[in-house]
């Protein structure tokens, strides 16, 4: 899909794409699973990273044999909020003037991301970085999460843009499946990205630093 002529909204996925959480958040996951007598790979381990876990949980779990239920795992994930509490953040460079140079233009900035509310929050206000955005929507404000394109048509509703002039950023696979369904052009963020295939994307991009829209 070709980058649209006129950009009325950008929205923008939070972990990975705008700051670097992943890594915290899959060393905390491999943790948990390991309580769960789950021994996973690496490759699973960032298999998990974008999606939902309510969806890609529960398969690792029966093929390792674990006599554990996803509601066991996410009574044990919700320490995974430490990443958002406690770890070392940043924005990722660049990523603040792109955003305030957007919004100084007229255009209407989101964050659409699977993490729940509590998580996410917790982060921008430690990064004096709330007021950024438009909209928000976060994992718990939606039935289904990416790769369901829900989240991001529900970003549209809320701020009366049309997907054909909107543009996603995403560091998953999940993700940028999520960004295209809704019909909006994609990005794909490879910085931070942890052993993901971004190749659907409609673009790729290494940094936010003088990026210009």
């Known amino acids: 899909m070709a980058r649209p002529e006129r950009i009325d909204a950008v929205l923008f996925d939070f972990d990975g794409t705008l700051c ?18 789950v021994p996973i790979s690496e490759e699973e381990l960032h298999a998990l990273s974008g999606g ?3 969806v890609v949980v529960p398969p690792i779990l029966e093929r390792h044999g674990s006599p554990y239920t996803i509601d066991d795992y996410e009574r044990l994930r919700d320490y995974c909020y430490r990443t958002y509490s406690e770890a070392d ?3 990722e ?4 003037e792109l955003i305030e140079g957007l919004r100084a233009r007229g255009v209407a900035v989101g ?18 970085a709330t007021d950024l955005f438009d909209v928000m929507v976060f994992g718990d404000m939606v039935a289904r999460c990416k790769p369901n394109p829900e989240p991001y048509r529900r970003a549209l509703e809320f701020l009366g843009v049309d997907a ?10 999940t993700g940028v499946a999520a960004g295209q ?12 990205a942890i052993g993901q295939d971004l190749s659907a994307a409609d673009e790729l991009i290494d940094t936010f630093v003088g990026l210009h829209l």
């Open 52 to 54: 939902d876990d309510r």
């Open 20 to 37: 670097d959480t992943e890594r915290h958040n899959l060393v905390l996951v491999r943790e948990v699973l390991e309580r769960l007598d």
């Open 89 to 91: 953040l940043e924005l």
């Open 111 to 128: 964050l659409v991301s699977t993490t729940i509310a509590r998580c996410v929050l917790t982060a921008l206000n430690r990064l004096r």
């Open 181 to 192: 369904a809704a019909g909006c052009h994609t990005f794909g963020c490879t910085r931070c």
């Open 93 to 96: 460079p660049g990523a603040r």
């Open 164 to 173: 054909a002039h909107t543009v996603v950023f995403e560091d998953s696979s």
